[in-house]
Nanobody, 121 residues
């Protein structure tokens, strides 16, 4: 299984970015996907989860109304549209996968390598 993120970069506050996650080695129909972020010295934060059939999505309060997760099972990709970015969104963003969005969202079966997002003036 391989998850490959792309789309990170540097942006000014108020800007937008779209992260993509290309998956291989698994059937997207069988897995929920999520995005989590990590800042050195701080706790890892799970920010989104979308169920295998897109019928359920979770967005953390810190990103609700600004970030939107989606997926295209046919193309084996998931996306994180980020808008209204603020400096506090600066982090390494990971694409993750597991069978469902149920229960503890701290534990994931598969991880990508991460893509850096930096928000600064």
């Amino acid at each position: 299984v391989q998850l490959v993120e792309s789309g990170g970069g540097s942006v000014q506050p108020g800007g937008s970015l779209r992260l993509s996650c290309a998956a291989s080695g698994l059937s997207l129909d069988d897995y929920a996907f999520g995005w989590l972020r990590q800042v050195p010295g701080k706790e890892r934060e799970i920010i989104t989860c979308i169920s295998a059939d897109s019928g359920y999505t979770y967005h953390a309060k810190s990103v609700l109304g600004r970030f939107l997760m989606s997926r295209d099972n046919a193309k084996k990709e998931t996306f994180l549209q980020m808008s209204g970015l603020i400096p506090e969104d600066t982090a390494l963003y990971y694409c993750v996968a597991r069978p469902s969005c149920d229960s503890n969202l701290d534990e994931w079966d598969f991880w990508g390598q991460g893509t850096q997002v930096t928000v600064s003036p």
